[in-house]
């Protein structure tokens, strides 16, 4: 009824100006005589009514049936995949890119220790087990009419993150890779440098796993906000600070997805979310912590959490080059005077977390408990006076993120070191500088979070091989942070290590060392936990642990469904 | 239809009762009263802080994690997120709070008033190029000016007087000049300057005594606008470092719980509101009592 009316009101307008009443006007207007009292009420009538039309008519009956699923996240820094670590963009890529594998679904729950197929249709490996030849699936068409996926997109993807183009972040991931070639148009062989165990998990569609248009991304620069997958949605436009605009890609290989679009708005405070999602604003948050007062929030309001595991591991590592922290004595002095149940405790009470038994997170594949020392002020007292420091010391310039969970931690850890004489002087600054100072080595002890391939290779190769130190005057990004070398012989040999049980044995071996070295301190295991309205928003997997997800995000978002109109 | 034909036919004269004096006074000194009380009920807090203080500011309590005020309690104004005492936390952040206002508004007083009074006795270029600084200055908001300089200089307390006190130097340049303006005009100035005094004498014996009422009395209102602006400096984040506590870093704080436990945004802004308010009543009341203009009203 409302398109009738409309369609009638855009008729008069139309043609208003071939009317009699208009052609008057015009006589009008050319002679200079002023308009007559009766044209002047009619004009004024006019515009009421258009803007009463405007006011009351509401969005067009398409507009209003859409599904739309509203989420309250930070704003990511790019869309490009394979360019930022950080989690608040790492959450949106997994709905608008996929690739060649994805975590397997078994008995109803996703696994991130097995692959299934995805843009991939079957793969096989050579005898000596280093070449991979995948077959791809035929008809995937990449959004905005690039053209159908071929291999070439797959060889563009990988090499251009093996060739460090500027910005890619995960190429170190890869390294394992000798030769890409592309066979013909659905199939591409990947000759490795020597067997790999997880190979296929490094396939996933996840950081260095995602596959993008070669036609699209050739421009680097270009392609950060305007990207082109293969995923169930696609980029629409972005509003800087206000939001992003997804919308479901008819064309998807899977199946088009119910969601109609996707509102990713940009809300920084968890206050704010909350506050949204109790009122209907928002259907999906992606929250900076999930802590008790968030957790109570959500409860009371009928909605619930999405728990996946396995999480982010919030640690230090302790710089065994920067003085005074080369001095091992030191490095048990600060992990004496840090209390990390303590800090487990007033961040995530209870079953938000676990307290860290490991460096290598449990669920990772060679996982083993490790022993910290433990929260002893007195001995933290000691060793500093042995180490020459009776009267501790000030860490100035103490650079700390502003974003998640890093100031809320470092503020407890802060009054913890003060106690045992170790005094630190912070300077919040933005999550992307701090990002940066880090990797200058402008921290003596760094705190870190995050979540890789669940295996012990990716993670100890990412976090504690001597490649990754970072190094300003060479431009390495790399995130051993500890400065740490010890254990680069295992990890070749893990590498390389068939048996399963030879590999667990090599990890559990490299994290003796560690132990040893005091190099690495972890606080808490905390799952990755979005709130969500269960009225509006469905999903197949059980909230608590029904899925597994490295993302930050669903591993599946084109099952999300809208369930209720708002 | 009978016309008045003076006002004293249309009604009778009303005697105006004399105000009695006690009300007169309590009207006149109350605010002055009410605002000194405050102020020196901080500076006393702030020179007592480690006395009064139940608790150390930064001491977290994993036991009382946000907890909700109890005035029986260990946390009588309750807890932030991290398990610290409010109460104590505030008497803390009144050091700061009043140190910045204070040093800042003593800072930009100190640089702009002997640059306002130069202006408007020399004159001349040196009042152009003076002045034309000022007015750079505040093009400003002053909020905005401090953001700048404390972004600049890196967040600690001393850059935060500094950036403060920058931010309020050119308000005492263009009023110690415009005071100057009217003072170099009279007759004791010019008596002073037909027995030989130098113009820096002159500006230090007989234009700043004679400005300095007007000057302190703006100072005063000063101080307020200076702890608000250091209240808003550290909501966003750029003012003292944690854990030092400042109202508006533990308001900062609060605000992420501002649904589940109002009573840290409640009282830190409290705090903040009364503080603002203690200036600004000593400040007027001080106009009032100083301003020749309203002498006998």
């Known amino acids: 009824m409302k398109l009738v009316k409309g369609a009638n009101l855009a008729y008069s307008l139309a043609h208003l100006n071939r009317s009699p009443e208009f052609l008057m006007l015009d006589a009008y207007a050319k002679e200079g005589k002023p308009m007559p009292k009766r044209f002047r009420f009619a004009l004024l009538a006019a515009v009421l009514a258009v803007f009463t039309f405007a006011l009351v008519a509401g969005p067009p009956p398409a507009e209003a049936q859409k599904k739309i699923l509203n989420v309250a996240a930070k704003e990511p820094e790019t869309l490009d995949p ?485 | 239809m009978a016309i008045a034909r003076d006002a004293s036919e249309i009604a009778p004269p009303i005697e105006q009762a004399p105000a009695r004096p006690t009300g007169r006074l309590l009207r006149r000194y109350a605010p002055i009263g009410i605002g000194i009380v405050l102020a020196v009920a901080m500076i006393v807090i702030a020179a007592a802080a480690p006395l009064i203080a139940p608790l150390s500011p930064s001491a977290q309590y994993s036991d009382a994690v946000l907890k909700g005020p109890g005035f029986m309690d260990r946390h009588a104004l309750g807890t932030d997120e991290f398990g610290r005492d409010i109460y104590s936390r505030i008497i803390w952040g009144t050091r700061i709070s009043l140190q910045v206002g204070l040093a800042s508004v003593i800072f930009g007083f100190a640089i702009g008033v002997p640059l306002g009074i130069l202006a408007g006795v020399q004159g001349g270029r040196c009042e152009t190029s003076i002045m034309r600084c000022a007015d750079m200055l505040m093009a400003f908001p002053t909020l905005l000016l401090a953001l700048i300089i404390v972004t600049a200089l890196g967040g600690t307390l001393v850059n935060e007087i500094i950036a403060i006190g920058i931010a309020l130097t050119p308000n005492f340049v263009r009023l110690a000049r415009s005071l100057a303006l009217q003072i170099r005009e009279q007759d004791y100035i010019m008596a002073a300057r037909s027995i030989g005094s130098s113009q820096l004498r002159v500006m230090a014996r007989h234009v700043f005594p004679n400005a300095l009422y007007a000057l302190v009395v703006v100072a005063t209102l000063y101080i307020a606008t200076a702890i608000r602006t250091e209240a808003s400096l550290s909501f966003l984040g750029l003012g003292i470092p944690p854990p030092t506590p400042s109202w508006g870093n533990i308001l900062s704080e609060g605000r992420q719980y501002i649904k589940c436990c109002p009573w840290i945004t409640t009282f830190s802004g409290v705090a903040i509101m009364m503080a603002v308010l203690a200036f600004n009543l000593m400040g007027d009341a001080l106009r009032d009592l100083l301003d020749p203009r309203l002498k006998g009203e």
């Open chain 1, 82 to 566: 394979h360019t930022s670590i950080l989690g608040q963009s790492q959450a949106i890529y997994r709905w608008m890119y996929r690739g060649l594998t994805r975590f397997a679904i078994r008995d109803g729950k996703v696994t991130t220790a097995e692959v299934d197929p995805d843009l991939a249709e079957s793969w096989t490996l050579s005898p000596d087990g280093t070449v991979w030849t995948f077959k791809l699936k035929k008809g995937v068409q990449f959004h905005k009419n690039f053209g159908e996926l071929t291999a070439e997109d797959v060889k563009f993807s990988f090499e251009r993150q093996l060739q460090k183009t500027p910005g890619t972040r995960f190429g170190v991931n890869l390294e394992v890779i000798k030769a890409i070639e592309v066979v013909d148009k659905h199939t591409v062989q990947i000759a490795l440098k020597a067997f790999d165990p997880i190979f296929l998990l490094r396939m996933v569609g996840y950081q260095q796993g995602y596959i993008v248009s070669k036609k699209a991304a050739t421009d680097h620069e270009k392609f950060k906000w305007n990207p082109i997958g293969t995923g169930p949605f696609y980029f629409e436009r972005h509003s800087p600070r206000e939001k992003l605009v997804l919308k479901a890609f008819d064309t998807y290989h899977a199946g088009r997805p119910q969601i109609d679009e996707v509102h990713w708005f940009d809300v920084p405070e968890d206050a704010t979310k909350l506050i949204g999602l109790e009122k209907g604003t928002f259907d999906v948050l992606y929250p900076e912590a999930v802590t008790a007062d968030v957790a109570d929030q959500v409860k009371k309001m009928g909605a619930v959490i999405d728990r996946r595991g396995p999480g982010g591991q919030e640690r230090f590592y302790v710089d065994m080059t920067a003085k005074p922290f080369d001095d091992i004595r030191v490095r048990r002095a600060f992990m004496h005077a840090i209390d990390r149940k303590a800090i487990k405790e007033t961040m995530y009470p209870g079953g938000l977390a676990r307290l860290a038994s490991s460096c290598v997170p449990p669920g990772y594949f060679g996982h083993i408990p490790m022993n910290f020392p433990e929260h002893d002020l007195e001995k933290a007292k000691k060793l500093l006076a042995e180490a020459g420091h009776p009267n501790g010391f000030t860490v100035k310039n103490y650079f700390i993120s502003k974003s998640f969970f890093y100031p809320k931690v470092l503020t407890l850890a802060q009054e913890q070191l003060r106690k045992a004489g170790i005094i630190v002087e912070m300077q919040i600054v933005e999550h992307a500088t701090y990002h940066e100072n880090i990797r200058k080595n402008l921290n003596p002890f760094v705190l870190y979070g995050g979540t890789r391939i669940t295996d012990a290779d990716p993670w100890l190769s990412l976090f504690f091989d001597s490649t990754q130190i970072p190094d300003p005057g060479t431009g390495n990004k790399g995130t051993n942070f500890a400065h740490y070398k010890n254990i680069d012989d295992l990890l070749k040999a893990g590498r390389v290590e068939r048996d399963v049980k030879k590999r667990a044995s090599i990890y559990a071996e490299a994290q003796k060392r560690m132990e040893k070295d005091l190099v690495c301190l972890p606080i808490s295991d905390v799952p990755s936990q979005w709130p969500r309205n269960p009225k509006r928003v469905s999903t197949p997997f059980d909230p608590e642990y029904g899925e597994y997800a490295l993302h930050y995000s669903y591993n599946y978002p084109e099952m999300l469904k809208i369930i209720s109109a708002k």
